[in-house]
């Protein structure tokens, strides 16, 4: 079988890991890569692939089959827009877009070209998640009430080294709690309204590390979720999961999400219920451990985006999609900085007829 040609660019932190899964995919193969930073010509250099200085001149030079958006954010719509100009499928990385107008921008050229863009919220193609969203829309746990859920990660210090993760858009909500929010999308569905309080009180710097969000879902669950990236603890999907690529597994837990008939700790899958028997909060529990396929989250996002390139499957996260789990982060934003509860339909407003689904 013909191996896809994918290009990357960006060649930083995470552009790298896709640099590794590829080359270790058999069915595609790195056509080039678009960084000017030296470290990135030296990359190029030691895995013998083209090197560019930027992604127009590599997308005309290679003509890849499909490319890989690892740029800093502000960059990714110029970038998508790029990759469709020239018929390339692309997978971006999140955030989507830096703005929500940028991300409907990309999702309307998109959708007027055919030309598929898949966005790197890469924990929708992980086992717990999507056992967690099959469970829940199962009924196994009856009507779903609430869930909790935590991202506490000690970040070091020179993470912020890099200038874009000072700057606003750079924190921990916009870098971290989006991936949170769009698992709890996937497995609840829409958010309709959130509360939050955002603090940088403990690094100080001009970007938020921790908040604390309250929200309220179409379906009426209410939930919260606490995040920070200065604490030392291992309650983060990232650490928990064993799927992250540059985290040690800690088995534990970072998402309970709870229902009339049961409740589910996510990512061990432990499922608590009262048996055929039925009971109450003075009975006992059982619990059972639901298995897991086993699979690993970036191969299988790899596999999914030779899928979309090839046309027979459409992207399991668009830019419209991920526009809305980005309209969500915005309003934890808006929430917290305005000390009131934002509605997600007050972000859409005047974007519902430019690609908002
Ligand atoms: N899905 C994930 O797990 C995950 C993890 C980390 C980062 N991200 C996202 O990926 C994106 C990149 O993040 P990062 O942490 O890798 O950033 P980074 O700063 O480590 O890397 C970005 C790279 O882009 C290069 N670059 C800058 N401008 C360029 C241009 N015009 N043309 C070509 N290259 C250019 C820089 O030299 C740098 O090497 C961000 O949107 C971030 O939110 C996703």
């Known amino acids: 079988m013909q191996k896809l040609r994918i290009a990357v660019a960006g060649a930083g932190l995470i552009g790298r890991e896709h640099c590794t899964l590829i080359t270790s995919h058999p069915g595609a193969v790195i056509a080039g890569i678009a960084d000017p930073a030296p470290e990135a010509q030296a990359l190029a250099e030691s895995l013998g692939v083209p090197h560019f200085g930027d992604l127009e001149t590599m997308l005309d030079a290679v003509r890849p089959d499909g490319a890989i958006v690892a740029l800093p954010t502000g960059l990714h719509k110029s970038a998508a827009l790029s990759c469709i100009g020239r018929g390339i499928p692309s997978l971006v990385e999140k955030p989507v877009a830096a703005t929500l107008a940028d991300a409907f921008e990309m999702a309307r050229a998109s959708e007027a070209s055919g030309i598929p863009i898949l966005v790197g919220h890469h924990r929708r193609h992980s086992a717990d998640i999507r056992e967690a969203r099959r469970v829940v829309q199962s009924g196994k746990l009856g009507r779903i009430v609430t869930v909790n859920?935590?991202?506490?990660?000690?970040?070091?210090?020179?993470?912020?080294?890099?200038?874009?993760?000072?700057?606003?858009g750079g924190g921990t909500l916009l870098i971290n709690l989006i991936h949170d929010v769009d698992c709890l999308r996937f497995i609840l569905g829409e958010i309709r309204r959130v509360g939050a309080f955002v603090s940088n009180d403990v690094r100080g710097l001009d970007v938020e590390d921790t908040a604390s969000v309250s929200f309220e879902f179409d379906s009426g669950v209410l939930g919260s979720f606490t995040i920070s990236d200065a604490v030392a603890s291992p309650y983060s999907w990232e650490r928990t999961s064993g799927q992250a690529l540059y985290f040690p597994h800690q088995p534990e837990n970072y998402l309970f999400i709870g229902g009339r008939d049961g409740a589910l700790e996510v990512p061990t899958m432990e499922y608590w219920h009262h048996g055929p028997e039925g009971g109450d909060w003075q009975a006992d529990l059982t619990r059972e451990t639901l298995p897991l396929d086993g699979t690993q989250t970036y191969d299988n996002q790899l596999a999914h985006f030779l899928q979309v390139i090839a046309g027979n499957e459409p992207p399991v996260i668009d830019a419209a999609d991920a526009a809305r789990t980005l309209a969500v982060i915005l309003a934890v934003k808006r929430a917290a900085a305005e000390a009131r509860t934002v509605d997600i339909a007050e972000m859409l407003e005047g974007l519902q007829d430019s690609g908002a689904p």
């Open 149 to 168: 859920g935590m991202a506490w990660v000690d970040k070091p210090d020179r993470y912020f080294d890099v200038a874009w993760r000072r700057e606003p």
